[in-house]
């Protein structure tokens, strides 16, 4: 798979395969394409060259096949991305009822468990606005979960939270890696890729650079790339 934006090429002859029930983590220095490769798997960007397929199935360009395979796939991002005006509740009823046909009591029943699994059965009523950073990024993984999604994708999920809140988010997380949900993950938390992740797919400049288990990756670099890398971060 190829993507440019305009004369940058900004990932190149990217080859990945996830496996069902794996944990991938995608790490290397800004601007090495993570957050590009994690966005065109759902299409949120748009690729040049190459294909992709879930499940067997090519990823349509647009269309209500997109929407379709789109609602297998569930996001998360940096920013939280949940619905102001609704409470925490609605924003994880709206997509089922809308989506998946759900009725309502099934959609409220579905969301009432998933909260209760982040630790928010508590917040139900409330607004957005009111939960702090970690609880509003702890919704909207829910909000994911409650489509059923085949595989999960996370965006650097904790880089814009403080860090007494990350670990809460990170352990949603890891207790979704433990069960065996398929997930990619893009993050600078060396110590969640070392701990949860399958596999450790290194990036720069737009290349994997290697893809390898996380004990091997994090002991033994083969690039000096990764050296390199590691070296810095490490250090802190």
Known sequence: MNKHFGSLHVLRDIDLTVSRNEVVVL????????????????????IDSGSITIDG????AEGRGLARLRSEVGMVFQSFNLFAHKTVL???TLAQIKVRKRSKAEADK????LLDRVGLADQAPKYPAQLSGGQQQRVA????????????????????????????VLEVMRTLAVEGMTMVVV???MGFARSAA???????????????????????????RAKDFLSKILKH
């Open 141 to 168: 993984i829910a909000r994911s979960l409650a489509m059923d999604p085949k595989v999960m994708l996370f965006d650097e999920p904790t880089s814009a939270l403080d860090p007494e809140m990350i670990n809460e």
């Open 90 to 92: 609605e924003n994880l």
């Open 57 to 60: 199935r090519p990823l349509p």
């Open 110 to 113: 579905k969301a009432r468990e």
């Open 27 to 46: 790490i290397g220095p800004s601007g090495s394409g993570k957050s590009t490769l994690c966005r065109t798997i759902n299409r949120l960007e748009t």
């Open 198 to 224: 399958n596999r450790v797919v290194f990036m720069a400049d737009g290349r994997i650079m290697e893809s390898r288990r996380p004990e091997d990756f994090f002991d033994h670099p083969e690039t000096d």
């Open 187 to 189: 993050t600078h938390e």
